[in-house]
């Protein structure tokens, strides 16, 4: 057994003993949420319009970034210059399944083309497999191609089970990920609260954003207190203004 195997073994058999849900009782407020808002356009048919209007109300609204497909980087980058909104992409997105080369070298595409945030899809067929070297390297290429910035894994919680939902947050703190991320938004079915919290539960070094059918203000408030830190959705501007009706 290696180390990785062996703090993936850790890690199931602690949750087996110990794991219990609870939702931390602390106040969301309108100005937390929006600061934890990375407003998203990641279909296919999203023109350049779109994506100016998605900055336009990122801007307006205070969102901490906005989150597009790796083609736009540079037009947002632009957009967005002066400002605090930050400029976050993907990595072999939506289905992770593309080689750990290529997933190093569209993080150097991003990190040139001046992103400050990375979110790359696991492989989730390794992952299935139980093929954890793999999966550690293929994160690894990542956070290595990265130069300092922040990379989020996004494990498609849909398709996995609570050890394999396990397994990807300790390869992803040990791979040197900050944050592991529910969805893509394109799988089976989003984010859900007992995911968020058990991805919160395996690490507390590494962050959790939550994405993936959030779509109002409610969702983002338990979401949050099951340890959520970013929410990644389409929806946010519905969200702010069922926020501000509360």
């Not at 703090?7 to 937390?32: G, M, N, P, Q, S």
């Not at 205070?62 to 400002?83: A, D, Q, T, W």
């Not at 067929?125 to 989020?152: N, P």
Request: glycine share 8%; with cysteine; net charge neutral.
């Amino acid at each position: 057994m290696n180390c990785i195997e062996g703090a993936v073994e850790e890690k199931v058999v602690k949750y087996k003993k110990e794991y219990r849900f609870t939702l931390e009782d602390k106040k969301i407020d309108l100005e937390l949420v929006k600061k934890s808002i990375e407003h998203t356009l990641l279909k296919s048919t999203a023109t350049i319009d779109e994506i100016s209007k998605l900055c336009d109300e990122a801007l307006q609204h205070g969102f901490y970034g906005v989150c597009v497909n790796p083609s736009f980087v540079e037009y947002v980058v632009e957009k967005l210059r002066g400002s605090k909104v930050k400029v976050v992409s993907v990595v072999g997105f939506p289905l992770g399944a593309t080689t750990q080369y290529i997933k190093a070298r569209e993080c150097s595409e991003l990190v040139k083309a001046g992103v400050d945030e990375i979110d790359m899809v696991i492989h989730i067929g390794m992952l299935k497999s139980k093929e954890w070297t793999y999966v550690f390297e293929d994160i690894r290429s990542v956070v290595e191609a990265s130069e300092g910035k922040v990379v989020k894994v996004i494990i498609e919680t849909c398709y996995l089970t609570d050890e394999e939902k396990i397994a990807a947050c300790v390869i992803s703190e040990l791979a040197g990920a900050k944050f592991v991320k529910t969805s893509t938004g394109f799988g089976s079915a989003g984010a859900t609260v007992q995911d968020v919290h058990l991805m919160k539960w395996c690490s507390e070094k590494l962050s959790v954003k939550a994405s993936g059918g959030i779509r109002d203000f409610n969702q983002v408030v338990e979401l949050m207190r099951a340890g959520a830190s970013r929410i990644g959705t389409s929806s946010s501007i519905k969200i702010i203004t069922e926020g501000v009706e509360r």
